[in-house]
Nanobody, 118 residues
Framework: QVQLVESGGGLVQAGGSLTLSCAAS????????MGWYRQAPGKQRELVAA???????NYADSVKGRFTISRDNAKNTLYLQMNSLKPEDTAVYYC????????????WGQGTQVTVSS
C-alpha cells in the first residue's frame, strides 16, 4: 500500500508561482511512475506532468516551459514547480503514483486546490 498526501495549493495571481509537494509513504519505493494530474470543474482529469523512477519526464503541452516536475527519492517526495500561472491552470491537482509490473496499479492523493486569479 502507498499513501500520497499533497500540499502547497492555494490562491495566486496570474503570473505568479506555486510549488506543490506530494509526500509518499508505505511502499513508496515500489512506484515506477509518479505524476501530477488536474481536474477543472466540468472537465476530465488530465495529466500535467510525470516522472519515472529513472528521472525521465513528460509534460502536457499546455504547461511545457512553465511547470517542472521533480522527485526526491530520499525523502519520498514529488514536487511540481509551477511558474507563470494562468487562470486556466485553476483546478484540483492530484498526485499519482503507479506500480507497473504485469499490470498497472495506481494510487492517488486527496487533491489540492490551485486557484489562479486574473
Amino acid at each position: 500500500q502507498v499513501q500520497l498526501v499533497e500540499s502547497g495549493g492555494g490562491l495566486v495571481q496570474a503570473g505568479g508561482s506555486l510549488t506543490l509537494s506530494c509526500a509518499a509513504s508505505g511502499s513508496a519505493f515500489s512506484l515506477n511512475y509518479m505524476g501530477w494530474y488536474r481536474q477543472a470543474p466540468g472537465k476530465q482529469r488530465e495529466l500535467v506532468a510525470a516522472i519515472t523512477s529513472g528521472g525521465s519526464t513528460n509534460y502536457a503541452d499546455s504547461v511545457k516551459g512553465r511547470f517542472t516536475i521533480s522527485r526526491d527519492n530520499a525523502k519520498n517526495t514529488l514536487y511540481l514547480q509551477m511558474n507563470s500561472l494562468k487562470p486556466e491552470d485553476t483546478a484540483v491537482y492530484y498526485c499519482n503514483g503507479a506500480i507497473v509490473a504485469r499490470q498497472r496499479l495506481d494510487y492517488w492523493g486527496q487533491g489540492t486546490q490551485v486557484t489562479v486569479s486574473s
